[in-house]
């Protein structure tokens, strides 16, 4: 298994409120991303990183920045919570960027904005 | 338009029985790679099995194999010897040449596993 952890498994917040999630790598891969998972729309990007300090945005970024300053974490920020945020986010990371790169997934973090 | 399109919201399929989950795609890449996940209650992302589009082979990985129909743009993936283990949610993904980093997901299959 990819050695993949998040932080926080669990977390309540209310909205307006800003929200960090960890996640963190052992297996020093270059490529790391922030995926958001909702009924009906199964997974989507949100940020990826393809290097330390070197992110750039998917295809839901708004309302949510991301930093990495080290290889092995990355993190997302929800700048100021709500309702439409409440979801579960996984991190995945791959070993690089191309089509043929399998990405594998942390565990998960559910986040309900109150 | 859809990219990943997977018809079968559940099934159902008698254990030790083989189930194939369908999956087709949309993409004008050449080069592109096809994926299938594995999402059990427990909520994880398990990667399964990986097919490239230059592969001249269907992918085999245990008892999961990927029926690659190019030019029908499909990806089937293929469970053999069901098991109870395998009553889980499935995701067909696709990763595209010119698709800048991004893994595009199907909404998936509910599998349910008869004893």
């Known amino acids: 298994d990819a050695g993949i952890t998040q932080s926080p498994r669990h977390k309540v917040t209310e909205t307006g409120t800003p929200v960090t999630l960890r996640c963190h790598q052992t297996e020093n891969h270059r490529y790391m991303y922030w995926y958001r998972q909702d009924p009906g729309h199964g997974l989507r990007l949100i940020h990826y990183s393809y290097g330390v300090k070197d992110t750039d945005k998917g295809e839901v970024s708004d309302g949510y920045s991301v930093s990495r300053s080290k290889t092995e974490d990355f993190l997302l920020t929800l700048e100021s919570a709500t309702s439409s945020q409440t979801s579960v986010y996984f991190c995945?990371?791959?070993?690089?960027?191309?089509?043929?790169?399998?990405?594998?997934f942390g565990p998960g973090t559910r986040l309900l904005v109150l | 338009a859809q990219k990943i399109t997977q018809t079968q919201p559940g099934m159902f399929v008698q254990e030790k029985e083989a189930v194939t989950l369908d999956c087709t795609y949309d993409?004008?890449?050449?080069?592109?790679?096809l994926f299938w996940y594995k999402q059990p209650s427990s909520g994880e992302m398990i990667f399964l099995i990986y097919?490239?589009?230059?592969?001249?082979q269907n992918a085999t990985e245990g008892r999961y194999s990927l029926n690659f129909q190019k030019a029908r743009k499909s990806a089937n993936l293929v469970i053999s010897a069901s098991q109870l283990g395998d009553s889980a949610m499935y995701f067909c993904?696709?990763?595209?040449?010119?698709?800048?980093?991004?893994?595009?997901f199907g909404a998936g299959t509910r599998l349910f596993v008869k004893a």
């Open positions: 097919q490239g589009s230059y592969d001249e």
């Open positions: 993409t004008s890449d050449q080069s592109y790679g």
């Open positions: 995945a990371i791959s070993a690089g960027g191309r089509e043929q790169e399998t990405q594998y």
């Open positions: 993904a696709m990763r595209e040449a010119t698709g800048g980093f991004k893994t595009i």
